[in-house]
C-alpha cells in the first residue's frame, strides 16, 4: 500500500478523537456559566486557589480554609499564576479556568506541530500525535472532566521539556539551549510528581553527554532550581509536616477493586506497550549504545510501573499513576510516530485504540452535571451564614461537600474550619474526621468537643440528621425541603 493511501486513513482516527474532543469541550463550557459542584469536580479547588491567589496573595496567610493557612506553601503555584493572567482580564474565575484549559490544548499542539516538523513527522502524524496524547480517554476525563488544571498544564510543559531534551539527545548543546532553563523552571512550578518524573530525562542526558556538557547540564538544573527557590524551599522544609504524607497516592497502584480497576489495568498495558516499542526501536538501531543509554532511565520507570515498585519507593510513591501513564504514552508515541513505517496493520490498530478510547469516554467519564434541586436548596439556605461552616455528608449522592468549601469563600466571603488540601497537621483532620462521624454515630457530646477545637459556628445537614441535630440542643436557622442549617449555641 502506498504511502498517500495510508496520509488518508490516518484521518480516520484523527476525526473519531477529533469529534469526541469538541464534543467534550462544548459540553465542558457549561462551567463558565455554573459554579461546579458534582461529584466528579476538581475544578472547584483550583478555582478557589485562584481565588485566594489574588485575595490573599502568595505564601500569605488566608483565613478562608482551616481557620488560616499559608497560600501555596503545599501547592505548586505555576498553573496559577498562568491563570491569574488571564482572569485580570476577564475578572470572572470560572471563565477564566475554562480559557485557561483551552489555552493549555492549542499550546500543546503548537509543541507537537512545531517539533513534529523538527523531528520529519508528517501533518497528519503530528496531528494525530497531539489527539493521541492529550485526547485520549484518560485526558478527557482527568483535564476536561475533572479539571485538573495544574497537572495538565505541567504535562503540556513536559511535552516542550522533552522535546528539547530529545532534540539535544543528537546534537550539541548550543545557546538555544539555555531556553530549557525557563522551561523547567516552569516545570518544577507548576506540579510536583510531573516535574520529578520528567527529571529523569536528566539522567538520560546525562548518560550519554560527556565532559564540558554534562557540567553544563549540572549548571541547568542547579540555576532552575535556584529560580524557583523562592517556593521550593519552603515546600521542601513543610512537606513531610503536612498530613498529606500520611497515606501517599502510590498505594493505588496495588488497588484492583472499584475506581481505581480500569486505572491499573492500564498501568500494566501501557509499560508493556512502552518496552515492547523501545525492544523494536532499539533493535532497528542495531542496539547503539547511546540509544541504549538515552532510554534506559524511562525503561526504569516502565518496569517499575509494571511490577508496582512505585508504591514502596521514597518519592516515587507520591506520584499519580496517571503521571506516568502520560509520561510513558509521550514515548510511545514519539518513537511510533517517528521510528515505525505505519502499514496497514498499525492503521488498523490504531482506529480500533481510537475507537475504543472514545467508547471508553462516552460511558465511563460523565458528562458536565447541572445543579439540583438540592444543590439549589444548599447554596440558597448558605446565604444566611455570616461567619463560618460545616457540612455533613449525607448529600453526597449528587454533590460535593469540598466543592460548598470553595464556593462559599468566592461568592458569600464565608469561611469554613475544612478545605480541600491536607495543609494542617494530621491531629487537625482526625478532628474533622472525629466531627463528621459524630453526625453519624449520633454523639451529641463528640459534634460539641470537636466543634470547639474546629472553631465552627454553622453546620448544614439533610434528611434525618437534621433531627438528629436538634436532638443536641442547636439553634434552627432555617430548613429548605431536605436541607437544614443550625448554629451552635
Not at 398 to 426: C, D, M, Q, R, V
Request: aromatic share 20%.
Amino acid at each position: 500500500m502506498k504511502s498517500k493511501t495510508y496520509k488518508g486513513w490516518l484521518y480516520i482516527p484523527i476525526l473519531i478523537l477529533g469529534i469526541n474532543f469538541l464534543v467534550r469541550i462544548i459540553n465542558q463550557s457549561k462551567i463558565t456559566k455554573q459554579f461546579p459542584l458534582d461529584l466528579t469536580n476538581d475544578w472547584s479547588s483550583y478555582i478557589s486557589l485562584l481565588f485566594f491567589l489574588k485575595e490573599c496573595g502568595f505564601h500569605q496567610f488566608c483565613s478562608y480554609w482551616y481557620n488560616g493557612f499559608i497560600t501555596f506553601k503545599l501547592v505548586a503555584p505555576g498553573w496559577y499564576f498562568f491563570s491569574y493572567l488571564i482572569n485580570l482580564i476577564t475578572n470572572n474565575y470560572l471563565v477564566t479556568a475554562y480559557i485557561s484549559m483551552i489555552l493549555i490544548f492549542l499550546f500543546g499542539f503548537l509543541i507537537i506541530y512545531k517539533f513534529g516538523n523538527k523531528f520529519k513527522l508528517t501533518k497528519e502524524k503530528r496531528i494525530l500525535f497531539f489527539l493521541l496524547l492529550f485526547t485520549n480517554a484518560a485526558a478527557i476525563g482527568n483535564y476536561i472532566r475533572l479539571g485538573r488544571l495544574p497537572e495538565f498544564f505541567a504535562f503540556m510543559v513536559f511535552v516542550l521539556f522533552a522535546f528539547i531534551v530529545l532534540y539535544y539527545k543528537d546534537k550539541k548543546f548550543d545557546w538555544y539551549i539555555l531556553f530549557i532553563i525557563p522551561i523547567y523552571a516552569l516545570l518544577i512550578i507548576s506540579h510536583q510528581t510531573v516535574a520529578i518524573l520528567s527529571s529523569i530525562l536528566w539522567l538520560s542526558l546525562l548518560l550519554i553527554k560527556e565532559g564540558k556538557t554534562r557540567i553544563k547540564i549540572l549548571l541547568i538544573i542547579l540555576i532552575s532550581f535556584l529560580i524557583d527557590s523562592f517556593w521550593v524551599i519552603p515546600y521542601i522544609k513543610d512537606f513531610y509536616n503536612s498530613a498529606g504524607t500520611i497515606y501517599p497516592i502510590g498505594a493505588n497502584l496495588l488497588n484492583f477493586s472499584g475506581s481505581y480497576l480500569l486505572e491499573n489495568i492500564f498501568t500494566i498495558i501501557i509499560p508493556l506497550v512502552f518496552l515492547w516499542i523501545l525492544w523494536k526501536y532499539l533493535k532497528n538501531k542495531k542496539y547503539e549504545k547511546k540509544e541504549i543509554l538515552f532510554y534506559s532511565p524511562i525503561a526504569l520507570i516502565a518496569i517499575m510501573l509494571l511490577f508496582r515498585i512505585p508504591a514502596f519507593l521514597p518519592i516515587l510513591k507520591y506520584i499519580y499513576p496517571d503521571v506516568f501513564m502520560g509520561f510513558l504514552l509521550f514515548f510511545i508515541f514519539f518513537l511510533f510516530f517517528k521510528e515505525f513505517k505505519i502499514n496497514k496493520l498499525f492503521l488498523i490498530g490504531i482506529i480500533i485504540i481510537s475507537i475504543i478510547s472514545v467508547l471508553i469516554s462516552m460511558f465511563y467519564t460523565p458528562w458536565f452535571i447541572g445543579h439540583t434541586q438540592l444543590e439549589k436548596d444548599t447554596l440558597e439556605i448558605m446565604k444566611e451564614i455570616d461567619t463560618n461552616f460545616l457540612m455533613t455528608d449525607s448529600h453526597s449522592k449528587t454533590s460535593y461537600g469540598k466543592a460548598y468549601y470553595s464556593y462559599a469563600p468566592i461568592y458569600l466571603n464565608i469561611s469554613t474550619p475544612s478545605g480541600w488540601y491536607k495543609i494542617p497537621s494530621e491531629e487537625y483532620f482526625s478532628r474533622l474526621r472525629e466531627f463528621g462521624n459524630s453526625v453519624k454515630n449520633k454523639d451529641c457530646n463528640s459534634l460539641v468537643e470537636n466543634k470547639e477545637y474546629l472553631k465552627n459556628d454553622y453546620l448544614i445537614s439533610y434528611d434525618e440528621d437534621c433531627n438528629f441535630l436538634e436532638s443536641c440542643n442547636l439553634n434552627k436557622i432555617n430548613q429548605i425541603n431536605n436541607v437544614c442549617l443550625y448554629k451552635f449555641n
